[in-house]
């Protein structure tokens, strides 16, 4: 039995990786500080340990433990706390990844799964969908530490023969994501027109995004847990050759979001418009066809069923 360890595996998409792996069999132990995490998420057939990855102490969880694969979804995911912060956004983002590497290399982890952001590191597209090789135009420091990590991954490959993959991850909503973050529209949309309250909308609302359900997401990562080994035996000449973009392929607007989910939940109320919050990209999303020919992953869910599906979750558990 293989085990795994999930960084960052009590938040909203890491706890649903757990879930995925303890189904798959794996033995699985998680690492989270709690900071955006919650206990309530944690799957009771994992073995958790509430520290950061800064911690010094990881390194007696990577001995104790003897990893087969590190899963890392842990970070810093606000754009806007790296923008006024990006000393703690490299320290949480680049620094802590970096910890993660070099234990591996300490304790002989041959594989590791990186999160990067398919929203994040390309910019502003001039073209799309955007594919793996398309130039890379970090405009946050968010996006720079991911960009980096790409690069650091290529070079523990090169020279320590690491295996690794990265996701790029589009707009990722479902079960479990926070309603009250910064991040998160389609949750904070659901909350607050369940509790009948009129959500706000930052711009003019025809900024485009991608938005893949939670389950897809769960998809792609047990798929490349399987071929991690077999990915990396190929010729590999550079970090996009190792990069997956996880999204639909498809743009939408924050305006059909708010009227689909209107819809849903019966909300008659039109939206206030506020301001557009700097920094936020125009329009971006992904093309997926490297994941469909070398993973032979896509995604299936139509968005308008992944959004009852997040609405119904929330109706269940009245976090209204």
């Not at 039995?1 to 999930?6: C, F, N, R």
């Not at 900024?207 to 997401?217: A, F, G, P």
């Not at 819809?263 to 206030?272: M, V």
């Amino acid at each position: 039995m293989k085990k795994v360890l999930v960084t960052g595996g009590a938040g909203f998409i890491g706890s649903h990786i757990v879930d995925g792996y303890v189904e798959e069999g794996y033995q699985v132990v998680v690492i989270d500080d709690l900071s955006r995490g919650n206990r309530e998420n944690l799957n009771k057939e994992a073995r958790f340990h509430k520290m950061d990855i800064n911690d010094r102490k990881i390194a007696e969880v990577f001995a104790e433990e003897k990893f087969d694969l590190v899963n890392h979804h842990a970070a810093q995911i606000d754009l806007r706390i790296s923008v006024k912060k990006p000393l703690l956004d490299a320290k949480i983002n680049i620094l802590g990844t970096l910890n993660l590497l070099e234990n591996c290399l300490k304790y002989k982890v041959r594989n590791f799964i990186f999160i990067s952001s398919g929203g994040a590191i390309y910019g502003e597209p001039e073209n799309m969908p955007v594919d793996e090789y398309y130039p890379k135009n970090p405009l946050s420091p968010y996006a720079v530490a991911k960009h980096t990590i790409e690069h650091y991954l290529y070079y523990y490959r090169e020279t320590f023969a690491l295996n690794y993959v990265a996701l790029r991850y589009a707009n990722v909503y479902g079960p479990r994501q926070d309603p009250f973050g910064e991040a998160g529209v389609i949750a904070i949309f659901s909350q607050r027109m369940l509790k009948k309250d009129r959500p706000t909308i930052f711009g003019d609302g025809e900024q485009l995004r991608d938005y893949i359900y939670i389950d897809e997401v769960v998809d792609i990562n047990m798929l490349v847990s399987q071929k991690i080994e077999s990915l990396n035996e190929r010729r590999i000449t550079s970090p996009d050759d190792l990069s997956y973009n996880v999204g639909i392929g498809k743009g939408n607007s924050v305006n059909f979001l708010y009227r689909a989910l209107a819809k849903i939940t019966d909300f008659q109320e039109k939206p206030i418009y506020a301001p557009g919050k700097k920094g936020d990209i125009r329009k971006i999303y992904l093309d997926t066809e490297k994941a469909k020919k070398e993973l032979g992953w896509q995604a299936k869910l139509q968005l308008e069923d992944g959004l009852e599906k997040t609405v119904e979750w929330f109706k269940e558990r009245k976090l209204v």
